[in-house]
């Protein structure tokens, strides 16, 4: 079997509006997964440079701004705004593993990405806050037992673990099953 390209990136709602940069936490957590961190994209959805993200932001003004990019996911140019620069940025890749949390998986869904790119999409989904899901080659998804957020909206997950909303990078179990999920996807 030939070598597989693949990139594996973060696909989550924007805590500050078009920051594209990733936390320390989502860092720190690329470093610790089994995957190098030179596979891993270096930004957030739609995967293009912004600034780096400010780890002091008020909460509830980053929740306010998941929501807020919840709802344009639901507009109606949402998909030609982003899908064509998402398919060019993932295009050499034989594999795509994304990394989705909170209303990630609901930004994944309404892109609308043609057949041949979801036949390459693996997706690992943490606390999922959305509507759909994406159609993808495979779809794993897991939830807090305290994540009363993603409970609302998903009633039914692969694994469940001991952590609430904003935990899932913090827990180990977490690190283990997507560890786990990327040497499948790669097989």
């Known amino acids: ?17 078009s920051c594209t940069g990733l936390s320390k936490e989502q860092v720190e957590f ?4 089994w995957v190098s961190i030179q596979d891993w994209h270096p930004w ?18 980053a929740a306010l701004n998941n929501v807020q990019h919840f709802l344009s996911a639901q507009q109606k140019g949402f998909s ?5 620069s998402v398919m060019q940025e993932f295009a050499s890749f034989d594999r795509i593993i994304i990394f989705s949390s909170s209303c990630g998986l609901e930004l994944l869904s309404k892109l609308q990405l043609p057949e041949n790119f979801k036949k390459r999409l693996y997706v690992f ?3 999922p806050v959305s ?7 495979s779809l794993f998804v897991l939830q807090g037992k305290q994540d009363y957020l993603s409970r609302i909206f998903h009633r039914k997950a692969d ?16 690190l283990e099953l997507f ?6 996807s790669l097989q």
């Open 159 to 174: 694994f469940k673990i001991s952590c609430g909303h904003m935990d899932y990078l913090k827990s180990p179990r977490t």
């Open 125 to 127: 989904a943490c606390g």
């Open 80 to 84: 030609a705004k982003f899908s064509s």
């Open 131 to 137: 509507i759909g899901t994406p159609e993808c080659r």
């Open 1 to 17: 079997m030939k070598n597989l390209s693949f990139r594996v990136a973060f696909l989550t709602g924007h805590s500050v509006n």
């Open 179 to 184: 560890d786990s999920f990327c040497r499948r």
């Open 44 to 61: 957030n959805f739609p995967f293009t440079p912004s600034f780096s993200f400010p780890e002091d932001y008020p909460l509830p003004l």
């Open 30 to 33: 690329q470093k610790q997964t």
